[in-house]
């Protein structure tokens, strides 16, 4: 569910939610909001957090690969900056979306993707800001945080233990924790939780994501993240049922998994990954070190009115949950090495036989270790995205054939990256990838669509329907509109928010009352004001 408006009719935390800009992640078959926290959800699976939308005037600049481009592969380049498709199609045709045009719509300062094809990294490109204040652009070695992904790659360490014999994945993670202990309860019904079960979110822990911290904020120890324990933001890391039995997405269980290798290797956690993981797969641009080494190459995350991020980002000690700064090349070659280790042909980190079983679902159909896998129409692909405070990403790999693709941008909207990921998929024939809903539109005549145009009240907001050319939007006070599409002359969708659906109410004369908006379970009333 993507939640509206206000925290009314959303379940907690209660925290506002405007018009357009709602992030939704996939994660394991289910649809999260997200919360500027690498991929929060409720109990339910679902989060609303406060984005409002404003249109960022900015012109944005271009940077790409330095190397020499191939007429053919520019070609592809050019065919996806200019084939954007959203999820649901509003009539019969895909629409061909520009990239720099949707950035500016949905206020994305800064992007940048990295697109593989046949085991290589094809092409490479930024674009916008990465920094608007200091007028820093994008190039294909800014660095974004990686958020969620960082469970990937964070996973391909502790394997690693695995195979040097370090750890029993199977086994009791207290067996290897030394400076705390996971306290179980009655609620784990005397199951024990192992490593496994920690990398494919099967440990039946609470704690999805983290908010964070400013730079001013005194950091926190992991076993205070643990614990729950000030100066630590989040809830301690708990049992909710019994470990081994299904699915239920944590990064608390990540974090545990984070002491377990500092504790195994007697390292600090950055250093460990660094020298073990980042440099064999030659990953030289990437970090976990928190807070981040100064440097003049990190993005700025921006929210959806255009202000920063305090500090320009926010730091995570939960570094194997969500502290990986990164760019899509180094993510790319990382994708690219686990297509290589699983085919045999090359093992940097992992040996074949442990890839395989990392790209294996556990105990979840879609659930493995460390990512989630999907398949489209019989071609499997291994996925991870994630979102910190104002910066979103995804990427995926082929389980076979050697194509990908990861998207990073320093803003709030996940729907840019949805679209561009359609486009790459177009463009470069990923069967069964993209496969739009359609939706039938009809023409309202335009006396009835005047009659529509005004204002309507939601708690203080207020949001306005008005003409943009022959066509209708809407919009929150009086920001960017985005158009209305009628599925007839009392119901309309829009297509940034596709799961929300609008009703015109009129009462017994034919007069326009009020809009009810259903999305999922919530349902409510926005009258019409002067």
């Known amino acids: 569910m993507q939640c509206f408006f206000s925290s009314s009719f959303c379940t907690e935390p209660k925290i506002e939610i405007l018009i357009i800009l709602k992030t939704t992640i996939y994660m394991k078959g289910i649809l999260t909001v997200q919360n500027g926290s690498n991929s929060l959800n409720l109990a339910t699976q679902n989060i609303t957090i406060k984005m409002k939308q404003f249109l960022i005037l900015f012109l944005l600049p271009l940077t790409v690969s330095s190397q020499t481009i191939d007429p053919a592969i520019q070609k592809k380049i050019t065919a996806v900056e200019n084939s954007l498709a959203p999820s649901v199609i509003f009539g019969d045709t895909v629409p061909k979306l520009n990239i720099e045009k949707r950035m500016k719509e949905l206020a994305i300062p800064g992007l940048s993707i990295a697109v593989i094809r046949d085991y290589k990294i094809e092409w490479a490109k930024g674009y916008g800001w990465a920094d608007v204040e200091e007028k820093r652009k994008v190039t294909t070695d800014t660095r974004f945080q990686a958020a969620s992904i960082s469970k990937s790659i964070n996973s391909m360490g502790i394997l690693k233990l695995v195979e040097m014999g370090k750890i029993d994945p199977e086994a009791d993670i207290n067996n290897y924790l030394t400076s705390w202990k996971f306290p179980y309860d009655s609620l784990s019904k005397n199951k024990k939780i192992s490593l496994n079960n920690l990398l494919s979110h099967t440990a039946g822990l609470d704690i999805h994501g983290f ?25 301690a890391v708990r049992s909710l049922f019994e470990p081994g039995t299904k699915f239920k997405y944590s990064g608390g269980g990540t974090t545990i998994s984070q002491l377990i290798l500092t504790n195994v290797t007697n390292s600090n956690y950055a250093d460990w990954m660094e020298k073990n993981v980042l440099q064999p797969l030659g990953m030289t641009n990437s970090s976990y070190q928190q807070p981040p080494a100064a440097t003049s190459n990190l993005a700025t995350g921006y929210y959806g009115n ?27 070659k990382y994708i690219i090495e686990c297509q290589l280790a699983l085919e045999g042909r090359s093992k940097k980190v992992l040996s074949q036989a442990m890839m395989k079983k990392r790209l294996t679902p556990y105990i979840d159909s879609n659930a493995a270790l460390g990512v989630f896998i999907e398949k489209k129409e019989g071609q499997l692909y291994f996925n991870h995205n994630g979102g910190n405070e104002a910066f979103l990403c995804n990427s995926y790999g082929s389980v076979q ?76 006070n009086r920001q960017a509109g985005f158009q209305m599409f009628f599925s007839d002359n009392s119901n309309f969708s829009i297509r940034e928010v596709p799961n929300a659906f609008f009703t015109i109410i009129r009462n017994a004369a034919g007069i326009i009352e009020a809009l009810q908006l259903k999305q999922g379970a919530a349902n409510v009333r926005l009258p019409k004001i002067e």
């Open 306 to 332: 255009g202000n920063p991020v305090t500090g320009k980002y926010h730091i995570y000690p939960e570094q194997a949950a969500a502290g990986l700064w990164t760019t899509p090349t180094d993510l790319a």
């Open 401 to 476: 054939e050697g194509n990908g693709v990861v998207i990073m941008i320093n803003g709030e909207n996940f729907s840019v990256i949805n679209e561009l990921l359609s486009s790459v998929a177009i463009v470069y024939e990923w069967k069964g990838f993209y496969k739009p809903t359609y939706r039938k539109t009809v023409t309202v005549p335009k006396d009835t669509l005047q009659k529509l145009v005004g204002n309507f009240l939601l708690e203080k907001d207020t949001l306005t329907i008005s003409f943009c050319g022959d066509n209708l939007c809407i919009q929150e």
């Open 211 to 235: 908010r964070g911290y400013k730079k001013t904020d005194t950091l926190p120890t992991v076993q205070q993240i643990l614990d729950g324990k000030p100066p630590a933001n989040s809830k």
